[in-house]
Protein backbone atom coordinates (compact mmCIF):
# COMPACT_ATOMS: atom_id res chain seq x y z
CA UNK A 1 0.00 0.00 0.00
CA UNK A 2 1.67 3.83 -0.34
CA UNK A 3 2.99 5.03 2.27
CA UNK A 4 4.45 8.74 0.99
CA UNK A 5 4.33 10.26 -2.45
CA UNK A 6 7.87 12.04 -3.03
CA UNK A 7 8.71 15.12 -5.44
CA UNK A 8 11.89 16.23 -6.38
CA UNK A 9 12.95 19.96 -5.95
CA UNK A 10 14.45 19.31 -9.42
CA UNK A 11 14.41 17.39 -12.56
CA UNK A 12 17.62 14.70 -12.14
CA UNK A 13 19.82 13.56 -14.65
CA UNK A 14 19.38 10.23 -16.24
CA UNK A 15 20.53 7.06 -14.20
CA UNK A 16 22.55 4.92 -16.34
CA UNK A 17 22.20 1.04 -15.77
CA UNK A 18 24.80 -1.19 -15.72
CA UNK A 19 25.27 -4.36 -15.85
CA UNK A 20 24.27 -6.37 -13.14
CA UNK A 21 26.94 -8.07 -11.22
CA UNK A 22 27.24 -9.71 -7.65
CA UNK A 23 29.43 -7.27 -6.21
CA UNK A 24 27.77 -4.64 -7.82
CA UNK A 25 24.27 -5.24 -6.38
CA UNK A 26 26.32 -6.35 -3.06
CA UNK A 27 24.38 -3.70 -0.69
CA UNK A 28 20.73 -4.28 -2.17
CA UNK A 29 20.82 -8.08 -1.83
CA UNK A 30 22.47 -10.62 -3.80
CA UNK A 31 22.34 -11.68 -7.47
CA UNK A 32 22.18 -15.83 -8.75
CA UNK A 33 24.27 -16.58 -11.39
CA UNK A 34 26.00 -19.19 -11.85
CA UNK A 35 28.51 -17.56 -14.64
CA UNK A 36 29.50 -15.54 -11.43
CA UNK A 37 29.64 -18.36 -8.52
CA UNK A 38 31.05 -21.14 -10.18
CA UNK A 39 34.55 -19.03 -10.82
CA UNK A 40 33.88 -17.85 -6.82
CA UNK A 41 32.13 -19.35 -4.63
CA UNK A 42 32.92 -23.48 -3.38
CA UNK A 43 31.35 -26.16 -5.70
CA UNK A 44 30.66 -30.26 -5.60
CA UNK A 45 30.04 -32.89 -7.85
CA UNK A 46 25.97 -34.15 -7.25
CA UNK A 47 23.63 -36.54 -8.66
CA UNK A 48 26.21 -39.06 -9.25
CA UNK A 49 28.28 -36.82 -11.43
CA UNK A 50 26.18 -35.04 -14.05
CA UNK A 51 25.62 -31.93 -11.65
CA UNK A 52 27.35 -29.24 -9.78
CA UNK A 53 26.06 -27.89 -6.78
CA UNK A 54 26.81 -24.87 -5.03
CA UNK A 55 24.81 -24.32 -1.75
CA UNK A 56 23.50 -21.22 -0.63
CA UNK A 57 23.80 -18.87 -3.18
CA UNK A 58 21.36 -16.33 -1.86
CA UNK A 59 19.88 -15.35 1.37
CA UNK A 60 15.96 -15.97 2.41
CA UNK A 61 14.78 -14.24 5.38
CA UNK A 62 11.50 -14.28 7.56
CA UNK A 63 11.39 -11.58 9.68
CA UNK A 64 7.93 -11.61 10.62
CA UNK A 65 8.45 -12.65 14.12
CA UNK A 66 9.02 -9.01 14.42
CA UNK A 67 5.77 -7.75 12.39
CA UNK A 68 3.39 -5.41 14.26
CA UNK A 69 0.24 -7.60 13.76
CA UNK A 70 2.08 -10.83 14.85
CA UNK A 71 0.28 -12.69 12.01
CA UNK A 72 2.76 -15.52 10.87
CA UNK A 73 3.85 -15.68 7.54
CA UNK A 74 4.22 -18.58 5.16
CA UNK A 75 6.59 -19.34 2.35
CA UNK A 76 5.02 -18.76 -1.00
CA UNK A 77 6.24 -19.04 -4.68
CA UNK A 78 4.32 -16.73 -6.86
CA UNK A 79 4.19 -16.44 -10.70
CA UNK A 80 4.35 -12.75 -12.63
CA UNK A 81 3.75 -12.18 -15.99
CA UNK A 82 5.87 -8.67 -17.12
CA UNK A 83 4.90 -7.44 -19.95
CA UNK A 84 7.25 -4.87 -21.77
CA UNK A 85 5.71 -1.05 -20.69
CA UNK A 86 5.37 0.49 -23.76
CA UNK A 87 3.88 3.45 -22.43
CA UNK A 88 6.73 4.50 -19.74
CA UNK A 89 9.03 3.62 -22.68
CA UNK A 90 11.18 5.97 -25.25
CA UNK A 91 13.97 4.95 -27.57
CA UNK A 92 16.98 7.64 -27.30
CA UNK A 93 19.83 8.31 -29.52
CA UNK A 94 22.06 7.31 -27.51
CA UNK A 95 20.96 4.30 -25.55
CA UNK A 96 18.56 1.39 -26.89
CA UNK A 97 15.88 3.44 -24.65
CA UNK A 98 14.91 5.22 -21.80
CA UNK A 99 12.77 4.15 -18.72
CA UNK A 100 10.44 6.40 -16.49
CA UNK A 101 10.17 4.74 -12.81
CA UNK A 102 7.37 6.40 -10.85
CA UNK A 103 6.95 3.52 -8.16
CA UNK A 104 9.65 2.09 -5.54
CA UNK A 105 8.34 -0.54 -2.93
CA UNK A 106 9.83 -2.62 -0.28
CA UNK A 107 9.04 -5.67 1.40
CA UNK A 108 10.00 -4.95 5.66
CA UNK A 109 10.00 -8.73 6.68
CA UNK A 110 11.02 -10.77 3.75
CA UNK A 111 13.62 -11.07 1.25
CA UNK A 112 12.42 -11.74 -2.31
CA UNK A 113 13.76 -13.73 -4.66
CA UNK A 114 13.15 -12.91 -9.17
CA UNK A 115 13.74 -15.87 -11.10
CA UNK A 116 13.33 -15.26 -14.51
CA UNK A 117 11.58 -18.40 -16.92
CA UNK A 118 12.18 -18.74 -20.80
CA UNK A 119 14.66 -16.33 -21.37
CA UNK A 120 17.81 -16.89 -23.07
CA UNK A 121 20.85 -17.11 -20.78
CA UNK A 122 22.92 -13.56 -22.53
CA UNK A 123 19.81 -11.97 -23.50
CA UNK A 124 19.68 -8.54 -21.28
CA UNK A 125 15.96 -9.43 -20.59
CA UNK A 126 15.01 -6.71 -17.72
CA UNK A 127 16.10 -4.02 -15.41
CA UNK A 128 16.69 -4.01 -11.51
CA UNK A 129 15.85 -0.25 -10.14
CA UNK A 130 16.91 -0.10 -6.34
CA UNK A 131 17.64 3.00 -3.65
CA UNK A 132 19.28 3.19 -0.25
CA UNK A 133 16.98 3.89 2.77
CA UNK A 134 17.24 7.31 4.26
CA UNK A 135 17.17 8.23 7.95
CA UNK A 136 13.27 8.76 7.52
CA UNK A 137 13.03 5.24 6.20
CA UNK A 138 12.02 6.44 2.52
CA UNK A 139 14.04 5.63 -0.12
CA UNK A 140 17.06 8.01 -0.64
CA UNK A 141 16.19 9.32 -4.38
CA UNK A 142 20.04 10.35 -4.28
CA UNK A 143 21.06 6.69 -4.01
CA UNK A 144 18.89 5.21 -6.90
CA UNK A 145 20.86 2.90 -9.28
CA UNK A 146 19.79 0.65 -12.27
CA UNK A 147 20.83 -2.34 -13.59
CA UNK A 148 20.77 -4.67 -16.42
CA UNK A 149 19.97 -7.97 -16.16
CA UNK A 150 20.54 -11.04 -18.46
CA UNK A 151 18.35 -14.14 -18.99
CA UNK A 152 20.74 -16.44 -16.51
CA UNK A 153 20.63 -13.75 -13.61
CA UNK A 154 18.24 -14.02 -10.88
CA UNK A 155 18.36 -11.69 -8.15
CA UNK A 156 17.06 -11.71 -4.26
CA UNK A 157 16.05 -8.23 -2.85
CA UNK A 158 17.08 -7.97 1.34
CA UNK A 159 14.16 -7.66 3.43
CA UNK A 160 13.75 -3.76 3.84
CA UNK A 161 15.44 -2.82 -0.05
CA UNK A 162 13.33 -0.29 -1.87
CA UNK A 163 13.28 -1.36 -5.56
CA UNK A 164 11.02 -0.44 -8.53
CA UNK A 165 8.28 -3.26 -9.40
CA UNK A 166 10.31 -5.64 -12.05
CA UNK A 167 11.13 -4.43 -15.56
CA UNK A 168 10.62 -6.80 -18.73
CA UNK A 169 12.90 -5.35 -21.56
CA UNK A 170 10.97 -8.75 -23.75
CA UNK A 171 7.54 -8.17 -24.60
CA UNK A 172 6.65 -10.94 -21.49
CA UNK A 173 8.89 -12.41 -19.19
CA UNK A 174 7.29 -14.63 -16.41
CA UNK A 175 9.05 -14.47 -13.30
CA UNK A 176 9.09 -16.90 -10.24
CA UNK A 177 9.36 -15.46 -7.12
CA UNK A 178 10.12 -16.64 -4.03
CA UNK A 179 8.82 -14.58 -0.56
CA UNK A 180 7.63 -14.77 2.74
CA UNK A 181 4.13 -13.36 3.33
CA UNK A 182 1.32 -12.86 6.01
CA UNK A 183 -1.61 -11.32 4.10
CA UNK A 184 -1.18 -8.30 6.07
CA UNK A 185 -0.90 -5.56 3.61
CA UNK A 186 1.58 -3.00 5.02
CA UNK A 187 3.71 -5.79 6.83
CA UNK A 188 4.01 -7.42 3.08
CA UNK A 189 4.72 -4.62 0.78
CA UNK A 190 5.20 -1.13 0.76
CA UNK A 191 5.07 1.73 -1.60
CA UNK A 192 6.48 5.64 -2.65
CA UNK A 193 5.13 7.42 -5.47
CA UNK A 194 8.01 9.76 -7.35
CA UNK A 195 7.12 12.66 -9.07
CA UNK A 196 8.21 13.69 -11.25
CA UNK A 197 9.37 10.06 -12.73
CA UNK A 198 13.14 9.26 -12.33
CA UNK A 199 14.29 8.31 -16.32
CA UNK A 200 16.63 5.33 -16.23
CA UNK A 201 18.87 5.26 -19.61
CA UNK A 202 19.81 1.51 -20.76
CA UNK A 203 20.71 -0.43 -23.45
CA UNK A 204 20.20 -4.01 -24.27
CA UNK A 205 23.23 -4.37 -26.58
CA UNK A 206 25.28 -7.01 -24.92
CA UNK A 207 28.10 -6.01 -26.53
CA UNK A 208 27.91 -2.25 -25.03
CA UNK A 209 26.74 -3.63 -21.44
CA UNK A 210 29.68 -5.67 -21.25
CA UNK A 211 31.89 -3.49 -22.11
CA UNK A 212 30.88 -1.45 -18.85
CA UNK A 213 31.86 -4.33 -16.55
Known sequence: MPIAKLTLAKSTSPIEASPLT????EKFGSVVSSYEQLQTMQNIPANYGTATKLSKVSAFTNNFAHAPSGQPATTNVNLFRSSFPFKLMKRTGVYDGEYSSGVLERHPFSTQTFLPMGCLAEDVSYLVIVAEKSADGLPDLNT???FVAKGNQAVTYSAGTWHAPMVSLKEVIDFAV???????????CQEVYINPRLPIIFSTNRSTSESRL
Open 22 to 25: PAAF
Open 144 to 146: VKA
Open 178 to 188: LINENGVADED
